[in-house]
């Protein structure tokens, strides 16, 4: 075994194996090895170039260290990579059982923390394993629908679908965060024996990690070397409306009119899919949206700013595929016929990993929107949704989806962020439908899918979004009502959506979404199986007045609670944009000293000063909230005060959802 040290960098050496440790941000260290005869420089993934630390490395011949800040690895004869903290305490370790130690064998059983499995050509399936520990507790790597918060236990598919996002980053009770920088399709496990990490396809294993005495200076550290969003702009802290689809400008202006006749507030609207005359021209339909600068002006002359929806899908009948197709614009598939997604028509996706690709892509809707007043985005279907998963079938400019597939979202929401930049536009925020390790530093707001409309849906999205904001990103929300489903007319269904409303309202972004039930023809599609934008079916209506008099009293009492937040909301973009802070947490993100606040997954800190205990049952009016210790808590209800550390049964009838506020707090909210 060799070891070499420069400039506080690691190498070693061994047999045909190298692995390099270097500083990577604020007591941070990236790590790094390979079969390939050298370190893969090509490209960072998720991390932003390394800042200089005052890093030392050493090394003997069989033993090396490189201390960065807070963090130290040791590297042992054998390989196993050791990290400490501050005060000298293992964090993490890898897992390693060696049949021989000195000559002498201890352990029949040979298991190799860093595990590479020759595959064809130059890569490998990669595989890190770490030791584990019962009582140790992981949250964040994005969002999954299996509505558990802590992780511990837990199998996770390293890949992206329709209402999942692969964010590979893990925060551990233990003290320590990881991030997994590896676009490939795998797998992480997080047993009671092991922690794992697999990368199917790769040239190299890479990750990094950083210590910390809170979860909040671990979670900035990474932000730290990941990226921040955007200060988020006035007008998307305020309320979102939106339904399966507006078919033409006359409907949507009708409906934005309505919220100012009703003198309610409305801060964004959405021009949903099919405004276009075919998928992959990325304009509007002229015969159903004649006029967009004339209805640009009078959204906005009334406070309102239009989203439009973008989908990466490409009609082979389309204006835009035969020049795409000639440029290599395209994702390609290895075998057969090139099709991704079979919906209104055959599609493929533009190929958001090439730089010419996102250029094009940029100039086309720059051109049919941007130049007529769109200043936001909706970038659908970004995982990309292919009609089938088989990642292997499917490659991209930067090789194949099973090697960089978890790379898409974030190459798609560049394309628009770094067109917006060009024109001088700042605070950019795109809504996205997935995500991964650094889309949030191009302006990406994800949403969590097309989930159902249901109470159990419901629930999961609770975990989804607090995991999401550990994950590093903190622009995040979900179709409240839930996306598939749901009669206004049916007082089950209203109740469900009062209460999904009431938890939008403290959610970072406020978005009313879905595809209702419609018992009128106007909103079915006029030709199934067409292709142009009245072929295509729009949803039953979902405005804040389509549920009853009863939900809509309710409904807008949380729309102006929303506009009265906004002074302590713009705050928590503040944060969330310069320092990485979620804008929605576990309790013990600002309780850590607080053992039980780490067990709690039904209530959440929006900012540091309001905890919110959704009602996530139906036919609940009372429900059990903890609060943490450390502080006294003020009903805000009641305005009763009570200690931390206690466990309440607080009422909740329909029109309310239990919410307090620490004591001191300079934060007034009336519910």
């Not at 009609?387 to 798609?412: F, K």
């Not at 749901?486 to 939008?504: C, H, T, V």
């Not at 419609?518 to 599609?525: M, W």
Request: net charge negative; glycine share 10%; with cysteine.
């Amino acid at each position: 075994m060799a070891i070499r040290t420069d400039n506080g960098v690691l190498v070693r050496t061994y047999d045909a194996e190298i692995v390099r440790i270097e500083p990577w941000g604020e007591s941070g260290l990236r790590v790094r090895a390979t079969f390939l005869s050298e370190i893969d420089e090509r490209t960072d993934w998720a991390l932003l170039p390394a800042t200089k630390r005052n890093a030392v490395a050493a090394g003997d011949g069989d033993e090396g260290s490189v201390t960065n800040g807070e963090i130290t690895a040791k590297i042992r004869n054998g390989g196993c990579l050791t990290f400490t903290n501050a005060r000298g305490e293992i964090v993490l370790q890898e897992r390693w059982r060696s049949r021989m130690a000195g000559g002498t064998r201890y352990n029949a059983t040979e298991v190799r923390g860093r595990e590479f499995r020759p595959l064809a050509g130059s890569s490998y399936r990669v595989t890190a394993r770490f030791e584990s520990s019962d009582d140790e507790r992981i949250y964040g790597m994005g969002q999954y629908q299996d509505g558990r918060l802590d992780l511990k236990g837990s199998t996770l598919e390293l890949a992206h679908r329709n209402s999942q996002a692969c964010v590979p980053f893990l925060l551990s009770s233990k003290g320590y965060g990881l991030l997994w920088n590896n676009p490939a399709v795998g797998r992480a496990t997080f047993g009671m024996n092991v922690t794992e990490f697999v990368a199917e396809v790769s040239p190299q294993l890479d990750y990094w990690v950083t210590v910390g005495e809170t979860p909040a200076l671990i979670e900035e550290r990474y932000a730290a070397v990941t990226g921040t969003v955007p200060m988020m702009p006035e007008h998307a802290m305020g309320f979102w409306q939106c339904k399966l689809r507006y078919k033409t400008q006359e409907e949507l202006l009708e409906v934005a009119r309505e919220y100012v006749r009703r003198g309610l507030p409305l801060s964004v609207i959405v021009c949903d899919f099919f405004h276009w005359p075919m998928q992959g021209e990325w304009k509007f339909d002229p015969r159903n949206w004649p006029d967009p600068e004339g209805m640009v002006r009078e959204l906005r002359k009334n406070g309102v700013e239009l989203m439009v929806s973008v989908w990466p899908t490409v009609d082979t009948r389309s204006e835009n595929f035969a020049e795409m197709r000639e440029h290599g614009y395209l994702v390609r598939t290895e075998r057969g016929v090139r099709t991704m997604m079979d919906f209104m028509g055959n599609t493929v996706f533009f190929d958001a990993t090439h730089p010419g690709a996102r250029e094009f892509v940029w100039s086309v809707a720059k051109r049919n929107y941007y130049e007529k007043g769109i200043r936001m985005f909706w970038l659908d279907e970004a995982e990309p949704e292919y009609s089938v998963y088989d990642y292997d079938h499917y490659r991209y400019r930067l090789g194949s989806v099973m090697e960089v597939g978890n790379i898409y979202p974030v190459a798609y929401a560049q394309a628009f962020y770094e067109g917006m930049r060009k024109e001088g536009q700042e605070n950019i925020i795109n809504l996205v439908r997935c995500a991964w390790a650094g889309s949030q530093r191009f302006g990406a707001l994800v949403w969590s899918g097309d989930i159902d409309a249901t109470w159990d849906s419901f629930r999961r999205q609770l975990a989804a979004g607090l995991n999401m904001g550990i994950a590093g990103i903190p622009w995040w929300t979900t179709d409240i009502g839930g996306f598939g489903g749901g009669d206004p007319d049916d007082p089950a269904y209203r109740e469900l959506l009062i209460r999904w409303f009431q938890w939008g309202a403290f959610c970072p972004v406020f978005r009313l979404h879905g595809f209702r039930v419609s018992r009128s023809p106007e909103y079915a599609p006029l030709h199934p199986g067409g292709t142009s934008s009245d072929e295509v079916f729009s949803g039953g209506p979902n405005e804040v007045w389509s549920y009853g008099e009863q939900a809509y009293e309710i409904l807008k009492r949380f729309l102006f609670l929303r506009e009265r937040m906004r002074p302590y909301i713009r705050e928590l973009m503040k944060a969330a944009h310069e320092k990485g802070t979620p804008i929605m947490r576990p309790l013990f993100y600002d309780f850590p000293h607080d053992a039980h606040a780490w067990e709690i997954a039904d209530e959440y800190m929006f900012g540091p000063d309001v905890l919110v205990a959704p009602v996530m049952s139906p036919g609940a009016r009372v429900r059990s909230v903890y609060l943490p210790a450390g502080t006294e808590w003020q009903n805000v209800k009641s305005g009763l005060l009570f200690a931390g550390g206690e466990t309440l049964a607080v009422e909740a009838p329909l029109d309310t959802i239990p919410v307090f506020v620490r004591r001191g707090a300079e934060l007034s909210i009336e519910l």
